[in-house]
């Protein structure tokens, strides 16, 4: 029995959160069987197993790939600066540019941090996932070498609910096949009662399930604390506890594709297209049946007591006996058209990716496509994704940046304030955040071309402020805040440019005539 009142209402909790999940599990399950067959199932183990049986088509187990690549590539991308630290609204104005500079380094340094982990092909993974509804990442603390290891948890080994506000703040990862050996890697601190040690002496060959349970605490509701518990399921006793405070104390990302009011778990565009696929699947095997049946053929005879169906073999250059009078064997003709299978198909296949988000990747025999194609196909992406993209920012983008700059200050490598949105917020400057921020530099560029045109470069300058309207398009470019100059640098060079010109003015006036500075 668990001594620990608090983990033992915990484990009471995950007892009804997994009782809600039981809902969503067939569900889950159909998705993975038709498109992710190599993800594990929620019924059995399947580790080096097939599941491919119900696939006869492959445009959605294809499609998830290209919709996970293309969601990273335009989210979090490969080798590139997709979110920016800046000051938040607590910092005072003229202080921010100072505040914006410090942090534009240490942004660099965060992303080479990711850039040298595992973040890239975990993010895949959990990519992947979300095409059903539900993405989990693990961020923990690595080595001297790696300072953060992520890792993608599959849906089946965990179990999520939702607090009052309805954010995912109660993790259950079930941690199956675990060495009793292995408990004091993974809990360090982990204090193991002596049925414990007993079996850790049996040469470590037994192995456990440790439940991994990370709540938060809703008693303390001005700052952000989870309570967490390793739970060893065979001797039924809590071998690991700690507290986690903070911005980023949180190990788990859940982010969510979207979601129906009152449920958990998200819905992802692979249940969108589910119909579609099974009747893609469904329609190929009919078409495989009806093109076995064209090449071997199926035929009628009369009963004439001389022909064997048992014997008989339909080679090149065999001979078939038949009574005199019988017609022998006679073909049937097949059942079914192919063409109208085909148009099927097309439609078909067209639904699954448009709801994969495949259909604007273009023809790839073609040309490659222009900066500015890639630009409008990045901005489509972006409308059409709607509040997904939002919701990615939230439970993912800040998320993966708050846990990482948390454990980089626990480990001293850095020394900033807390990233709230209040003292430091997160800027994402990603692909897609940049086709969004788009149609903002689109209607700042109309409206100076309108006033340009209308009233003339007198008024614009009368009523731009030049400097600020560069400042504010470098921000909505993604331009790093270090290759801005500050206000102060800006001064320092307009006084110098005026100084200048004063001195090439004296300069031009020495250099006449007396007659014609006399004049």
């Known amino acids: 029995m668990i001594d620990d009142p608090v983990a033992k209402g915990f484990y009471e909790h995950y007892g009804k959160a997994k009782a ?32 491919d049986d119900k696939i006869f088509d492959e445009t959605a187990v294809v499609g998830v790939q290209e919709f996970a690549s293309r969601l990273q590539s335009g989210i979090v991308p490969n080798f590139a600066r997709w979110a920016d630290l800046t000051a938040g609204s607590e910092v005072p104005k003229e202080q921010r ?30 990519f992947m996932d979300l095409a059903v509804g539900t993405g989990i990442l693990v961020a923990e603390e690595g080595d001297a070498i790696n300072p953060v290891r992520f890792s993608a948890i599959p849906l089946p080994h965990v179990v999520l609910d939702t607090g009052p ?30 049925q414990i040690q007993n079996r850790m002496g049996n040469g470590g060959k037994d192995t456990t399930t440790v439940l991994e349970l990370v709540c938060r605490d809703y008693s303390r509701r001005n700052e952000e604390v989870y309570m967490s518990y390793a739970y060893c399921m065979t001797t039924e006793s809590v071998i690991y506890k700690r507290e986690l405070k903070g911005n980023g104390a949180n190990p788990f990302i859940c ?7 009152g449920e958990v778990y998200g819905r992802g565009p692979l249940m969108n297209a589910l119909s579609a696929i099974k009747t893609t699947n469904l329609t190929i095997e009919l078409i495989l049946e009806n093109a076995q049946m064209a090449i071997s053929g199926v035929y009628q005879m ?83 994704m709607g509040s997904a993209f939002g919701r990615l920012q939230a439970e993912l983008v800040q998320p993966v940046l708050q846990r990482v700059i948390y454990i980089l ?34 209607s700042v560029g109309r409206f100076l071309e309108m006033v340009l045109g209308t009233f003339g470069p007198e008024v614009l300058n009368l009523l731009i402020n030049s400097e600020e309207t560069a400042a504010h398009l470098a921000k909505k470019f993604g331009v790093p805040d270090g290759l801005i100059r500050d206000p102060e640098e800006r001064k320092q060079i307009v006084a110098m440019a005026q100084q200048m010109q004063m001195q090439q003015q004296q300069q031009q006036m020495q250099e006449q005539p007396p007659q014609e500075q006399l004049q």
Not at 34 to 44: D, G, H, K
Not at 413 to 435: D, F, H, T, W
């Open 97 to 126: 540019d100072a505040v914006n500079n410090d942090l534009d380094e240490v942004t660099d340094y965060v992303f080479e941090v990711l850039q040298n982990s595992n973040f890239s092909q975990e993010v895949h993974e959990s």
């Open 302 to 384: 009369d009963d004439d007591g001389v022909i064997n169906p048992d014997t008989i073999s339909l080679v090149p250059g065999s001979i078939i006996p038949k009574a005199i009078g019988s017609n022998g064997l006679q073909p049937v003709a097949a059942a079914g058209s192919f063409d109208v299978a085909q148009l099927i198909l097309s439609d078909m296949r067209l639904n699954i990716k448009r709801a994969l988000y495949n259909d604007m990747l273009g023809n790839p025999d073609r040309t490659p496509a222009s900066a500015t194609e890639v630009a409008e196909r990045m901005a489509d992406l972006s409308r059409r």
């Open 165 to 194: 506000d309805d954010r995912i703040d109660h993790i259950y990862r079930e941690r199956k096949g675990i060495r009793y050996n292995q408990l004091q890697i993974l809990y360090p601190d982990a204090e193991l009662n002596e």
């Open 255 to 261: 982010f969510r594709w979207s979601k129906c009011a």
């Open 409 to 442: 200050k626990k480990q001293g490598r850095i020394e900033i304030p807390n990233v709230n949105g209040r003292e430091i917020k997160i800027r994402s400057v990603s692909p897609l955040a940049q086709a969004q921020a788009n149609a903002d530099i689109s």
């Open 20 to 51: 809600k999940r039981e809902n969503f599990i067939p569900l889950f399950e159909e998705c993975y069987e038709y498109s992710l067959p190599q993800r594990e199932s929620f019924y059995y183990e399947n580790v080096g197993q097939r599941r």
